[in-house]
């Protein structure tokens, strides 16, 4: 979030003046900043206690529930679209119901991990799904680069400094470049978003949603993870159910 903040600030200052703030535009922008954060400290405790493609999955939907929330707004979505919303549905019901992993041995305290990790993944994305629409709605008034600014300002405020002061705040040599891509990366992904979200915030939401699928295979890749029939299954139908939402709503 530090990262992230200093880099998105002088590109705020220098791509346009800051509008007048509004008891609605303070409402998007706290939606924006305390919605993200929640969304990503949830989403790293999933992944660590269960595995990362399908708390990635999980938290995927974000881009479905933004589109939901934008329907409620105004936004028309003909019926192919909800029937692509309910494939995504039917998605995070399976990966939810069939935890345990058919090539190891499961034991209690393993499914009570995947069961609290599928927890942490659908609660994050309600948040990441209230985040995207609100920073929809303040990239309506603000340039994209200063749209990104409440979810840095937040995390930095109540995340950041806290553990600073607390002497918690820990950083490892292999953590350095990770952590540089991680901060540098989403403030100019939010930004394309925040572009992208003039046009169509359900477009926009599920396409930036499919990062679910390259972190399932990177996670198979790195980290030999194997996942359940059932839970390929599942994630293959969000997966699916994200592409096609995207299409059929074009």
Excluded at 160 to 167: C, D, E, I, R, S
Excluded at 222 to 247: C, D
Aim: aromatic share 4%; hydrophobic share 60%; proline share 4%.
């Amino acid at each position: 979030m530090l990262i992230g903040l200093v880099c998105a600030v002088p590109l705020a200052a220098v791509s346009g003046p800051m509008p007048a703030l509004t008891p609605a535009l303070a409402g998007w922008l706290a939606g924006s900043g305390v919605g993200g954060v929640a969304g990503l400290l949830l989403t790293y405790k999933g992944l660590r206690v269960g595995k990362a493609g399908v708390v990635s999955a999980l938290a995927s939907t974000e881009g479905a529930i933004a589109a939901v929330l934008a329907v409620i707004a105004g936004e028309h979505l003909t019926i192919p679209v909800m029937a692509m919303l309910c494939v995504i549905a039917g998605g995070i019901a399976t990966v939810a119901l069939a935890t345990g992993d058919a090539a190891q041995p499961a034991d209690a305290s393993s499914g009570r991990d995947e069961r609290r990790a599928v927890m942490f993944g659908v609660a994050a994305a309600l948040c990441f799904g209230v985040t995207i629409f609100s920073t929809a709605q303040v990239g309506k008034v603000m340039t994209p680069f200063a749209a990104t600014l409440p979810v840095r300002v937040v995390g930095v405020a109540a995340v950041f400094v806290p553990m600073a002061l607390a002497g918690r705040l820990q950083m490892t040599r292999r953590a350095v470049p990770m952590v540089v891509v991680i901060g540098v990366a989403e403030v100019l992904g939010n930004a394309a978003f925040v572009v992208g979200s003039r046009e169509s915030i359900a477009i926009s939401a599920v396409l930036a949603s499919q990062f679910a699928a390259l972190t399932a295979v990177a996670a198979f890749i790195l980290f030999r993870e194997r996942l359940s029939p059932q839970q390929r299954f599942g994630i293959v139908a969000i997966v699916l159910g994200v592409a096609a939402l995207t299409v059929v709503r074009g």
